[in-house]
T-cell receptor
Framework: AAGVIQSPRHLIKEKRETATLKCYPI?????VYWYQQGPGQDPQFLIS???????DKGSIPDRFSAQQFSDYHSELNMSSLELGDSALYFC??????????FGPGTRLLVL | AQSVTQLDSQVPVFEEAPVELRCNYS??????LFWYVQYPNQGLQLLLK??????LVKGINGFEAEFNKSQTSFHLRKPSVHISDTAEYFC?????????????FGKGTLLTVNP
């Protein structure tokens, strides 16, 4: 069965640089969620989209923005990167109100 | 808002022993409950979920969990563990209605299965 695809899987950036993470949901899933998991931490909700509209917002820094496109893929844009942004970023997708299925994550390292 | 407490940060057990990973939640509204497993350097895999109906739910890899509304608990159990069950286990909760189903996770329980 098709799963959630995230790219890139690994990313190394310098402080103050910009990063873009991509998420391709399971076909026919209309909702995308982004989570951030710091080292040794539990995943924290960042933002979600339903039918290309932002549906909820969590503890996402103002330096981060995201959107969902017409083909339902989503991108998380991160600017002015800080050392503390180093984390595993997960995307999850679901059909309306359904179970969330997670992608493998993008591991971001900020040097 | 919802919150999740996983009562044990680490649980060491011997192979073929039974195990219980404890999870309590807090919410002012009805919830859905989930257990996810994370193997080292990997993503989150759904083990099982409670949405409604029978309070005993069975998942993959021989795991099961029981929803107890009065005790606001959703403990995960397996009668006999294997070395390959060594992983981090996360309990999570979401609202059961409305339009937003973001997950709130517990801090995780590291299950270590020793030979």
């Amino acid at each position: 069965a098709a799963g959630v695809i995230q790219s890139p899987r690994h990313l190394i950036k310098e402080k103050r640089e910009t990063a873009t993470l991509k998420c391709y949901p399971i076909p026919r899933h209309d909702t995308v969620y982004w989570y951030q998991q710091g080292p040794g931490q539990d995943p924290q909700f960042l933002i979600s989209f339903y039918e290309k509209m932002q549906s909820d917002k969590g503890s996402i820094p103002d330096r981060f923005s995201a959107q969902q496109f017409s083909d339902y893929h989503s991108e998380l844009n991160m600017s002015s990167l800080e050392l503390g942004d180093s984390a595993l970023y997960f995307c999850a997708s679901s059909s309306t109100g359904g179970t969330q299925y997670f992608g493998p994550g993008t591991r971001l390292l900020v040097l | 808002a919802q919150s999740v407490t996983q009562l044990d940060s680490q649980v060491p057990v011997f192979e073929e022993a039974p195990v219980e990973l404890r999870c309590n939640y807090s919410s002012s509204v009805s919830v859905y409950l989930f257990w996810y497993v994370q193997y080292p350097n990997q993503g989150l895999q759904l083990l099982l979920k409670y949405l409604s109906g029978s309070t005993l739910v069975k998942g993959i890899n021989g795991f099961e969990a029981e929803f107890n509304k009065s005790q606001t608990s959703f403990h995960l159990r397996k009668p006999s563990v294997h070395i390959s069950d060594t992983a981090e286990y996360f309990c999570a909760v979401s609202k059961s209605g409305g339009s937003n189903y973001k997950l709130t996770f517990g801090k995780g329980t590291l299950l270590t299965v020793n030979p």
